[in-house]
């Protein structure tokens, strides 16, 4: 998973809801051809071939709230 | 590593496993810090790093990954992808750190195309996937899959897999070479997993209800 480059190590890196989803995005499609949207939906209803290559996505959405809107369709 | 310095590290060590099982805001850093220490004691090149991060609903849930473009690289030349999403948890005995999700996938290459295996733990995976589960990028010898199905698609369910066995399993196994001797590095992963057992959560069967963390009601910010 690539995220924003820092020029420091820094203690926390922390991520905005816009930043989060630009990497879900741009990883989702590089590696199953899907939108991020597409990518949740698909994932809990069990249609993706091989959930495992995104878990690390599906582990940094959880830094959004539940609620979010990229989670409507799943 | 002379006796008295191996002592040192494990203090070191000991200490850490202290300062993120205190479960403050210092917890996390903690975490890093000892993972990042495992890993450069063992199977990590030097410019691999860790990094803390966080996202818009607050401070008590953080993940632990890779940091910069890539997969931790590794002395064999692959690639280490690691997450583990850690949060804070109001118990009987106070704030605890605790870790929620976990995924290590050992991979060729940089993209994870060429993926070799992967432990994944996850709350709430899809439907009929065991929560915790070992997958491996290979290939059976005896035909006894349903037709048409890759072994890599087998899910095998394990108990919580710790950082500590994933770079046991790399260093003996795969023969990642280690950056220090065995001498050093094993008590160090002993004294660190110890420690581990205490925070984990245990898989259960099924996919947990929501909501996917105890301990998010509790400690998260209201919007």
Redesign the interface.
């Known amino acids: 998973?690539?995220?924003p480059?820092?020029t420091v190590?820094?203690?926390?890196?922390?991520?905005?809801?816009e930043q989060?989803i630009a990497i879900i995005e741009r990883e989702a499609q590089?590696?199953l051809g899907l939108s991020a949207r597409d990518l949740f939906r698909r994932?809990?209803?069990?249609e993706?071939?091989?959930?495992?290559?995104v878990?690390?996505l599906?582990?940094?959405s959880?830094?959004?709230?539940?609620d979010d809107e990229l989670f409507a369709a799943a | 590593m002379p006796r008295p310095e191996l002592s040192s590290l494990l203090g070191e060590l000991r200490s850490l496993s202290t300062a993120y099982k205190a479960g403050d805001s210092d917890s996390f850093a903690a975490f890093r810090d000892l993972a990042s220490k495992l890993l450069h004691l063992t199977i990590a090149d030097s410019s691999s790093y860790l990094q803390l991060i966080g996202g818009p609903t607050g401070s008590d849930e953080l993940l632990l990954t890779n940091g910069g473009e890539a997969p931790l690289l590794l002395n064999d030349g692959r690639f280490l992808r690691l997450s583990i999403l850690l949060y804070r948890e109001s118990t009987d005995r106070g704030v605890r750190m605790r870790v929620s999700e976990s995924s290590f996938q050992y991979q060729e290459d940089q993209d994870g195309e060429c993926w070799i295996f992967r432990y994944d733990y996850l709350r709430r995976p899809p439907e009929d996937i065991p929560g915790a589960h070992v997958q491996i990028r290979g290939s059976l010898l005896e035909d006894c899959l349903p037709r048409g199905t890759p072994l890599e698609r087998i899910h095998f369910p394990t108990m919580r897999v710790s950082l500590e066995a994933v770079i046991r399993l790399l260093a003996k196994e795969f023969t990642v070479r280690c950056n220090e001797d065995d001498a050093v590095w094993k008590p160090a992963l002993d004294e660190t997993e110890r420690a581990f057992f205490d925070i984990q959560h245990l898989p259960v069967g099924s996919p947990e209800p929501a909501p996917r963390s105890p301990g998010r009601r509790k400690l998260r910010r209201k919007k």
């Open positions: 998973m690539a995220t480059a820092a190590r820094e203690e926390v890196l922390t991520l905005t809801r989060i590089k590696r994932y809990a209803r069990g993706l071939d091989d959930p495992g290559r878990s690390d599906v582990i940094l959880h830094l959004l709230p539940e």
